[in-house]
Protein backbone atom coordinates (compact mmCIF):
# COMPACT_ATOMS: atom_id res chain seq x y z
CA UNK A 1 0.00 0.00 0.00
CA UNK A 2 1.27 3.16 -0.73
CA UNK A 3 1.95 5.38 1.92
CA UNK A 4 1.01 8.98 1.05
CA UNK A 5 -0.75 9.02 -1.86
CA UNK A 6 -2.08 11.70 -3.59
CA UNK A 7 -4.84 12.46 -6.23
CA UNK A 8 -4.66 13.38 -9.35
CA UNK A 9 -1.40 12.76 -10.79
CA UNK A 10 -1.52 15.14 -13.30
CA UNK A 11 -3.83 17.92 -13.64
CA UNK A 12 -4.63 20.22 -16.46
CA UNK A 13 -6.96 23.49 -16.08
CA UNK A 14 -7.51 26.69 -17.29
CA UNK A 15 -7.14 30.29 -15.93
CA UNK A 16 -9.39 31.44 -13.42
CA UNK A 17 -10.39 27.55 -12.63
CA UNK A 18 -10.89 26.29 -9.01
CA UNK A 19 -8.93 22.57 -8.70
CA UNK A 20 -8.49 20.45 -5.85
CA UNK A 21 -5.49 18.44 -5.01
CA UNK A 22 -6.17 15.38 -2.43
CA UNK A 23 -3.76 13.96 0.23
CA UNK A 24 -3.67 11.08 2.56
CA UNK A 25 -1.48 9.00 4.44
CA UNK A 26 -1.77 5.59 5.62
CA UNK A 27 1.19 5.89 8.05
CA UNK A 28 -0.31 7.53 11.30
CA UNK A 29 1.03 10.15 11.13
CA UNK A 30 0.35 13.69 13.00
CA UNK A 31 1.99 15.92 10.74
CA UNK A 32 1.12 16.75 6.83
CA UNK A 33 2.89 18.77 4.28
CA UNK A 34 1.88 20.63 1.04
CA UNK A 35 5.56 21.47 -1.20
CA UNK A 36 5.71 23.29 -4.42
CA UNK A 37 8.49 22.71 -6.72
CA UNK A 38 8.63 24.91 -9.79
CA UNK A 39 10.10 24.74 -13.06
CA UNK A 40 13.03 25.66 -11.43
CA UNK A 41 13.16 22.82 -9.64
CA UNK A 42 13.67 24.43 -6.13
CA UNK A 43 11.03 23.17 -3.75
CA UNK A 44 9.29 24.86 -0.93
CA UNK A 45 7.08 24.51 1.56
CA UNK A 46 3.28 26.36 1.41
CA UNK A 47 1.67 25.04 4.35
CA UNK A 48 2.07 22.29 7.50
CA UNK A 49 -0.06 20.69 9.56
CA UNK A 50 -0.31 18.93 13.33
CA UNK A 51 -3.77 17.09 14.30
CA UNK A 52 -5.32 19.06 12.39
CA UNK A 53 -3.74 22.35 12.89
CA UNK A 54 -2.43 24.63 10.83
CA UNK A 55 1.32 25.02 11.66
CA UNK A 56 3.03 26.32 8.75
CA UNK A 57 1.92 28.94 6.26
CA UNK A 58 4.19 30.50 4.20
CA UNK A 59 3.72 33.21 2.22
CA UNK A 60 1.20 31.68 0.03
CA UNK A 61 -1.35 33.75 -2.05
CA UNK A 62 -4.47 33.79 -0.25
CA UNK A 63 -6.39 31.41 -3.18
CA UNK A 64 -4.43 28.44 -1.84
CA UNK A 65 -6.31 26.98 0.94
CA UNK A 66 -5.01 23.51 2.57
CA UNK A 67 -8.09 21.83 4.50
CA UNK A 68 -7.57 18.85 6.73
CA UNK A 69 -10.69 16.95 7.53
CA UNK A 70 -9.08 14.68 9.71
CA UNK A 71 -4.79 13.84 10.48
CA UNK A 72 -5.10 11.01 7.24
CA UNK A 73 -6.29 13.70 4.78
CA UNK A 74 -4.83 17.35 3.88
CA UNK A 75 -6.51 18.85 0.73
CA UNK A 76 -5.20 21.86 -1.55
CA UNK A 77 -7.48 23.51 -2.65
CA UNK A 78 -6.97 26.35 -4.86
CA UNK A 79 -9.31 29.52 -6.13
CA UNK A 80 -8.87 31.27 -9.82
CA UNK A 81 -6.01 29.47 -10.81
CA UNK A 82 -3.13 31.36 -12.88
CA UNK A 83 -0.57 30.63 -15.52
CA UNK A 84 2.13 30.73 -12.65
CA UNK A 85 0.14 28.45 -10.29
CA UNK A 86 1.61 25.38 -12.92
CA UNK A 87 4.28 23.35 -10.92
CA UNK A 88 4.65 19.93 -9.10
CA UNK A 89 2.94 19.80 -5.70
CA UNK A 90 4.11 17.48 -3.21
CA UNK A 91 1.71 16.23 -0.20
CA UNK A 92 4.09 14.77 2.48
CA UNK A 93 3.73 13.39 6.52
CA UNK A 94 5.70 12.91 9.56
CA UNK A 95 5.80 11.76 13.29
CA UNK A 96 7.56 14.17 14.34
CA UNK A 97 10.92 15.23 13.51
CA UNK A 98 12.65 15.43 9.97
CA UNK A 99 11.90 12.58 8.41
CA UNK A 100 9.52 13.25 6.00
CA UNK A 101 7.92 10.67 3.54
CA UNK A 102 6.72 12.30 0.23
CA UNK A 103 4.03 11.33 -2.34
CA UNK A 104 4.53 10.96 -6.14
CA UNK A 105 3.03 14.03 -6.86
CA UNK A 106 0.62 16.27 -8.86
CA UNK A 107 1.62 18.44 -11.57
CA UNK A 108 -0.02 21.38 -12.37
CA UNK A 109 -0.94 22.55 -15.43
CA UNK A 110 -2.65 26.12 -15.82
CA UNK A 111 -3.70 26.65 -19.81
CA UNK B 1 17.10 30.22 1.94
CA UNK B 2 18.83 27.13 2.45
CA UNK B 3 21.34 26.97 5.05
CA UNK B 4 23.90 24.61 3.45
CA UNK B 5 25.90 24.56 -0.06
CA UNK B 6 26.48 21.69 -1.98
CA UNK B 7 28.32 21.17 -5.62
CA UNK B 8 26.12 21.52 -8.36
CA UNK B 9 27.05 18.35 -10.09
CA UNK B 10 28.85 15.06 -9.88
CA UNK B 11 29.61 11.86 -11.16
CA UNK B 12 30.69 8.41 -9.89
CA UNK B 13 31.56 5.13 -11.62
CA UNK B 14 29.14 2.70 -10.79
CA UNK B 15 29.76 -0.15 -7.69
CA UNK B 16 32.27 2.79 -6.44
CA UNK B 17 31.71 4.78 -2.95
CA UNK B 18 29.84 8.31 -3.80
CA UNK B 19 30.98 11.02 -1.19
CA UNK B 20 28.35 14.02 -1.42
CA UNK B 21 29.68 16.95 0.31
CA UNK B 22 28.10 19.39 2.11
CA UNK B 23 28.68 22.96 4.01
CA UNK B 24 26.85 24.48 6.47
CA UNK B 25 28.93 26.70 8.64
CA UNK B 26 26.08 28.64 10.16
CA UNK B 27 24.35 25.85 11.84
CA UNK B 28 22.90 26.23 15.53
CA UNK B 29 23.71 23.36 17.83
CA UNK B 30 20.02 22.14 17.97
CA UNK B 31 20.06 21.69 14.27
CA UNK B 32 20.11 18.40 12.48
CA UNK B 33 21.33 17.48 9.39
CA UNK B 34 19.30 15.81 7.11
CA UNK B 35 19.94 13.95 3.83
CA UNK B 36 16.82 13.06 1.25
CA UNK B 37 17.34 12.74 -2.60
CA UNK B 38 14.87 13.37 -5.69
CA UNK B 39 14.99 10.51 -8.53
CA UNK B 40 13.66 12.24 -11.77
CA UNK B 41 9.73 12.68 -11.21
CA UNK B 42 9.53 11.28 -8.14
CA UNK B 43 8.48 12.61 -4.48
CA UNK B 44 11.76 13.54 -2.43
CA UNK B 45 12.73 10.30 -0.77
CA UNK B 46 14.43 10.54 3.19
CA UNK B 47 17.75 8.51 3.06
CA UNK B 48 19.63 10.03 6.75
CA UNK B 49 19.96 12.48 9.28
CA UNK B 50 21.72 13.32 12.24
CA UNK B 51 23.19 15.37 14.54
CA UNK B 52 27.14 15.80 15.89
CA UNK B 53 27.62 11.90 15.13
CA UNK B 54 28.44 9.87 12.22
CA UNK B 55 25.35 7.73 11.36
CA UNK B 56 25.00 4.63 8.99
CA UNK B 57 21.48 3.05 7.57
CA UNK B 58 20.79 0.62 4.93
CA UNK B 59 20.96 3.13 2.53
CA UNK B 60 24.17 5.20 3.39
CA UNK B 61 26.20 6.82 6.10
CA UNK B 62 26.78 10.29 6.88
CA UNK B 63 29.52 11.40 8.43
CA UNK B 64 29.43 14.97 9.95
CA UNK B 65 33.08 17.04 11.14
CA UNK B 66 33.64 17.83 14.51
CA UNK B 67 33.03 21.04 14.74
CA UNK B 68 29.86 20.36 12.51
CA UNK B 69 30.66 22.85 9.76
CA UNK B 70 30.50 20.64 7.19
CA UNK B 71 29.08 16.61 6.71
CA UNK B 72 30.13 13.86 3.65
CA UNK B 73 26.83 12.01 2.45
CA UNK B 74 28.54 8.17 1.71
CA UNK B 75 26.61 5.83 -0.67
CA UNK B 76 29.22 2.32 -0.06
CA UNK B 77 28.04 1.18 -3.95
CA UNK B 78 27.01 3.70 -6.03
CA UNK B 79 24.35 1.67 -8.62
CA UNK B 80 22.29 3.32 -11.73
CA UNK B 81 19.44 3.81 -9.38
CA UNK B 82 21.70 6.08 -7.09
CA UNK B 83 21.34 8.87 -9.97
CA UNK B 84 19.34 11.66 -8.17
CA UNK B 85 19.82 15.01 -6.85
CA UNK B 86 20.55 15.06 -3.51
CA UNK B 87 19.73 17.39 -0.77
CA UNK B 88 21.42 18.33 2.43
CA UNK B 89 19.38 20.26 4.51
CA UNK B 90 19.74 21.53 8.21
CA UNK B 91 16.66 21.73 9.84
CA UNK B 92 14.96 23.07 13.21
CA UNK B 93 12.14 22.19 15.37
CA UNK B 94 9.31 24.43 14.98
CA UNK B 95 5.64 24.50 16.73
CA UNK B 96 5.34 20.95 16.41
CA UNK B 97 6.78 20.72 12.90
CA UNK B 98 9.61 20.61 10.84
CA UNK B 99 10.77 23.01 7.93
CA UNK B 100 12.49 21.61 5.89
CA UNK B 101 13.95 24.31 3.46
CA UNK B 102 15.46 22.49 0.41
CA UNK B 103 18.20 23.66 -1.89
CA UNK B 104 19.56 23.37 -5.46
CA UNK B 105 21.16 19.88 -4.15
CA UNK B 106 23.47 18.20 -6.30
CA UNK B 107 23.23 16.02 -9.06
CA UNK B 108 24.34 13.00 -8.98
CA UNK B 109 25.19 10.84 -12.03
CA UNK B 110 26.04 6.74 -11.36
CA UNK B 111 27.81 6.45 -14.65
CA UNK B 112 28.18 2.73 -16.39
Known amino acids: DTAVSQTPKYLVTQMGNDKSIKCEQN?????MYWYKQDSKKFLKIMFSYNNKELIINETVPNRFSPKSPDKAHLNLHINSLELGDSAVYFC??????????FGSGTQLSVL | DAKTTQPTSMDCAEGRAANLPCNHS???????VYWYRQIHSQGPQYIIH???NNETNEMASLIITEDRKSSTLILPHATLRDTAVYYC?????????????FGKGTKLSVIP
Open chain 2, 89 to 101: IVAYSGAGSYQLT
Open chain 2, 26 to 32: TISGNEY
Open chain 2, 50 to 52: GLK
Open chain 1, 92 to 101: ASSQGGGKLF
Open chain 1, 27 to 31: LGHDT
